[in-house]
């Protein structure tokens, strides 16, 4: 389970620091991940490239983040028959309204599976839950992730519930 | 490849029009799958049965569809490993975009993979898609489908360029 | 009148430092109030539990929280009798927006009482409003309370007669 | 519990069909109310004295419904200590995006309970919500409705597993 | 023409900052002006007074600034002949949108001159505008305003062209 | 008073159906007003030239309406001293979103009088209030239009109160 | 000047009605044009290929409509040095905001010259402004065409003004 | 080559900031530029002189930025046969959003070519591909760039495939 099944693209290294954390999520759930930088504008025949050869390089899931016009999963989309997910960037403007309406709103045939604005993180765990689909281990990682993440809602409340909202809010 | 893998759950009848559109797709693709029809608000305790069921009833995928403060898909997300897909439903008011952001906008931890508003077929695609990962002879619809699409769009363009945009205006 | 008749829960600790202000106004009015961490998606049978078994416990009116798409609130509506206030909590994109939707847009049968983003103070008042419907004394408070904000405005307001825009504008 | 509780306000006969539905829905709840047309903007001061004699005319609760620059639920909770419900009413311009706008961001001090855009059905179930607080039969009420929305969705739906998805469109 | 002509309206002195910039261009033309504070929401009766006697007291003109849900301008239009000009407020959510359209949606019958999101400065200089239709001397202000204007439009643009665009970039 | 005193300019015969309520309430309060049709983006001469002059030919206010792009307010304003109206049209698209931001957030310095989008009537009411700073009996036309306005809110209620809301209802 | 300088091209047969006005204004310049419906998405080598060999086959402007996703005129862009024009077509939801953020917002280095929602025409006229650049003839239609809408806005003034408001409303 | 062909017209030197990226880049492509401050509100007659007299004066292309209600685009489309290109400025409220819908949305018969929100870059990037339809040379410089810019795509994915992303984003 360690080759690489997610591919994640991004239009420009700007975006890692957003994008990066689909990578590291899939990392924990022992999901191998490959990271491109290939944008649709600048470089659309590596971009058509990569998005045509996925299937035959082993690539199960595409991740694909971008800002602005961000045209770049729907282009995915349009050259492969694997599920594209397309996380929105907020960029400089418009608050990141853009990238969303461009991701989301793809036309009839060529769906994209939109994630929030910046919501790499949920990229690589609905990635995961895709492939959990096929791999039960990484559907056993998805439980776990899911009872950890309830672990530690409970902790905190617990611990509000023991000192109190003064005590807790000082501890923050 | 004939018993349900699919569950499409709508909080009301009045969404059938839209999210049918999801059924149709999927028997196209001969991938079954049960409508549901059970509200997040309405009901909540039989759609959170739903959704803690489903994996074990044989359901490998969900779509959800809801309109205005749409938490159905986020709702089930929470209760289940397997994929969410999220179709945003245009209802009298605010042009869909409360029930896109309802959707759309989930916390980190919880996605939901979201498709247009009323993009119920681009759904039932993206559903068939995820399947693809598992299933071989589901990624041979998907491509099939993708070539027919083209096919047709090929066809409209030789049409065009062969009889001229006035005469094609007037036969449309 | 000491005892808890408020329930304020909230998906996640990062949203107390806005949610606290419900607490503080609540215990200002002397309202006894009692805060949650339960997420509507981490741990959904928490807050079901929460929202389902409110009533018996002696609360009368619930505060929910959240930011992004806020469930919370709605989810706990389908589950009690209570009046839910809703507070939609802004965080990093969107400006507040998509909680906004996610809260007031509710479907017919399930009404939340929707305040400004970010109002959690607001909703403390809303409360005990509520509240003083049926408790005189938490009426006196709240009659007491639109009369000292009108003695602050009233004297903010001789002030600035007195010593005119430039000093006032210096003193600030 | 037939004298009215409720006091129903809007700007405009015109925008009774939609205040309508909080009268309707307050009747099957055996709830009184009393319906007055009074703009906070053509009318000021008898706006301004309905609010002000609210309470000792024995009204519990107040809803108020209006459109465009909604002032009307505002300038009522300025001069009454009872919870006011605002109900954004979309009117030709904006989608009721100006009335959502209008009536939810009330500034700190003053809240307004909002429901959704044209949600006077809402309203009137929080109102019923409201007294439910202090009137154990009303709240009885709103149990039983919550049941029997319940069961028209449980019977759709078992409508839809016995006959098909086919079928029950072709009912509808 | 030095008594007070123009009321300057709002309800917060945390508006002042933006609020004052109407003050200093009415008093750079020569035109009296009063600010008072005196919330919608907070102080009714004292803002409805202000409205009510600000004919008989002499003024002309009524600007009125607010944030979030902005009522104050409306109802100041509500209960008077004079033109009221509004400034919607920029406050912490929303951007500003919501005051505006709580500004400038009126209903039918009672409008406010709307100016742009902090546009203090064009309010005052509004009010001018409409004084001058009475007052030449203040006209005569406009007039000189505008020369003044296009003068320093004028002569940043000769500098440009004298040093060109690199040394003025330095230079600012 | 019968000569005109308000200029009432828009870009297109296509917006006369909305401006004509300008005129109509201007008639009705005996004032005087010229109608031009004349685009800042295809007669921009003949605009700047009703402008420039519109001082000298006796106008004392203008009013202009225009929809999308709309910047025939705020040229005209650029030419000339008068209080400025502008109008925002509801076009084919945006709602009137993209006239309201065209008109609204003008420059410092050159302030623009902006009314709801489709507000023509409110315009014709404003430039009349502007006027009524001038000529007492423009403002006693403007207090008996208030005066009427009241009446018939009050004529409207006061029938509600006499036969209930079912007859009133089953009336409209 | 009659063979096709201007290639027009668009997602799919259902935007002709919008986008042949683009083709009907570029004719009457006399400047000819070909149309063509390739999908970005539905057949993106195709689109890629007219793309990539429009210079070489003499076209000098490129225009490209779409709604939803809008994706066709910056997927062009990426691969041809020629000028792209951008129409957002408006489609079911979302009122053509989605259309247009997708086509305007283009990244650093391939703009996108976009045009009004739904505003093939001016699309068609930009084209040919474009080409007036290089082609004197193409100049002095533009310069005929800015007369005649500054005729008919002329003619339609001064029968305005000859008959007055209400005759020419009957006229209408 | 070395002679000014493009025209860059701002209203206010505050908008250099973001302006003189268009005059950078057209200068990278050995394309004369002349930058001007000259505001459509502020100066409107020396606004219109540029704008009537670009064409003879030799300019090709025009660029023109402004914020707010950007009217500055527009108003010099009515007076030039050029092609004008607009870049929305981002000021201190509404996003950008309001300068976006000031120049593109303009009416039938006057386009505007519209770029991204402050894409000054964008903007001098389109204007050299217009005149790269007339001089080869200048659309050499175009294709340069392209593949330059694909370049430091590639550059920087060999570098991301050669040391990882760990190392990668320490690098950064």
Do not use: W
Request: proline share 5%; with cysteine; aromatic share 4%.
């Amino acid at each position: 389970m360690n080759s690489a099944k997610v591919a994640i693209i991004m239009g420009s290294d700007s975006d890692l620091p957003v994008m990066k954390e689909a990578a590291k999520i899939l990392d924990k759930f022992g999901v191998g991940c490959q990271v491109f930088i290939s944008s649709a504008h600048r470089v659309p025949e590596k971009t058509a490239r990569i998005a045509r050869t996925a299937e035959e390089n082993g690539f199960e899931v595409i991740i694909a983040g971008a800002g602005g016009a961000a045209h770049l999963a729907g282009v995915i989309a349009a050259l492969t028959p694997l599920p594209v997910i397309g996380v929105p960037i907020k960029s400089g403007t418009l608050d990141g309204l853009d990238a969303l309406y461009s991701i989301v709103q793809m036309p009839s045939g060529i769906p994209v599976a939109t994630v929030a604005v910046n919501g790499a993180k949920n990229a690589g765990i609905l990635a995961a839950q895709i492939l959990g689909v096929k791999y039960p281990k990484i559907r056993d990682h998805i439980n776990r992730f899911k009872e950890e993440m309830a672990k530690q809602v409970e902790a905190k409340d617990a611990r509000l519930q023991e000192i109190g909202l003064d005590t807790y809010l000082k501890e923050m």
